[in-house]
Structure formats: C-alpha cells, structure tokens
C-alpha cells in the first residue's frame, strides 16, 4: 500500500484546500463563501489542475463583484490571464443558468404582483451590459408574462426605437400590455429626455389598438428606475 505520507507530498498544494472549500459549501450553502470563494468552486469544474484562487481574485479586482464576472463578455474575460475559452464558457453558462431560473420564476405569472422579481430578471440579465439594449416584456389580460423578447440593441448611449415596430410585435403575440426596460451602461439611471420621449410615443401609438404600457424600467449595475415610481407614466 502507498505511505499515506508519500502520497500527501504528491498531490498538489491546493487539493486539500478544494476538498475544505467544498465541505464549506456543502455545509454552509453559498452564504458560508465569498464571491471570489465561489467563482472557485465554479473554476474548479473547468481547470481541474491549478489552484484557481488567484484567478479569482483577478476575475473580482476586474469587474468588481460576481454579479460582473458573470455578465461580462466572453472576450473581456478572456483577457485575464489564465482563464481558458473552456473556462469563460463555465463561467457564462452559470450565468445563464441563472438568468434561465429567474425567467421561469416570471413567465405564465402576473408580473405586477411580482415586481422584485422582474427588476432583478432585467437587472441580472441586462444590468452589467456594456451596450443598451431595448427589452419588451408582453403581458395578456391576466397580467401574465406571455413573451420577454430583446427588440433593439444599440451603442454605448443610444438605441433605435420603434413604437409601431413594438405594437406590431404586441398585436402578434396578442399582448394586451406592456412593459418597456432599457439599461444605462453608464450606470446612472435617470431617464433621458430621449427616453421620456420615446416612452410616450410608444404608449401613444399603443393606447390607439388598446395595448397598455404598465411601465418602463432602466436598469444599471448600480440600480434601477421605474417610470410609474417616478410618475412618467400615469
């Protein structure tokens, strides 16, 4: 039989230190984990031979909290030396994973009665992007989610909008309201004039085939702002 004091100097350093995390997690849940802790667990599944905790603690001093990791683009992690093509897609098909879970808790449900929830839908899978990207949310009579569909994506500060390209879409999926959700990369949520402009002219062009717009939402990695919150929209 190998020494078992032989064996420990053969494997390597971090072994023991993979099996104690683990433990911690299985015991603990995430919430017994910092986030560079559980971007470990995660790199674990993709680099199985090298100690990932300074690849994490790299990931985090880039983009600042997990939440970034997660959302950040293929190419931008990629720049962190170490992290694999093979590595990055884990990393993104958590993240998708998530954004997959939090839409499930929202789709064939009244939105209204569930309005954290959407904000963190839209502030998870839209809150980190580098881009603007304008997100439609259709409703039937009962308020339920039937459709969430990316209409339009755009530049660092603006994105094309189209209200009777939305009603068309609306009247095809025979929605009988709306929600309307953008981000902001710059992180301020405030609502341009641009916005508050567009925003009415969908809700015109709407309210004419009998759509309602419930609101619109911007979302940021630093927040979100509601239209009807704000009383933009009555």
């Not at 997690?25 to 995430?30: C, E, K, V």
Request: hydrophobic letters at 40%.
């Amino acid at each position: 039989m190998p020494d078992p004091a032989e064996k420990a100097k053969e494997d390597p350093h971090y072994t023991g230190h993979r099996d104690r995390l683990r433990e911690r997690f299985i015991l603990g849940g995430a919430e017994a984990l910092a986030d560079y802790e559980l971007l470990e667990l995660i790199l674990f599944m993709a680099i199985p031979r090298r100690d990932v905790k300074p690849l994490a603690k790299a990931l985090i001093k880039k983009f600042d909290t997990l939440a970034g990791v997660l959302n950040a683009p293929v190419a931008a992690l990629g720049e962190i030396d170490g992290i694999s093509g093979t590595a990055a897609i884990t990393l993104k098909s958590v993240a998708a994973a998530g954004h997959r879970m939090l839409k499930q808790e929202l789709i064939n449900k009244p939105l209204l009665n569930n309005w954290t929830r959407l904000t963190d839908y839209c502030r998870a899978t839209m809150g980190h992007e580098t881009k603007e990207h304008f997100r439609l949310l259709f409703l039937n009579k009962k308020n339920e989610l039937i459709a969430d569909e990316i209409q339009q994506s755009g530049t660092v500060d603006h994105t094309p909008v189209y209200p009777r390209e939305i009603v068309k879409r609306a009247l095809e999926l025979d929605a009988t309201a709306l929600i309307l959700c953008h981000n902001h990369p710059s992180g301020d949520t405030t609502p341009s004039t641009d916005d508050i402009q567009m925003t009415n002219a969908v809700i015109d062009v709407a309210k004419a085939m009998g759509i309602a717009v419930h609101d619109h939402i911007i979302v940021s990695r630093k927040g979100v702002a509601s239209f009807r919150a704000m009383k933009l929209i009555q």
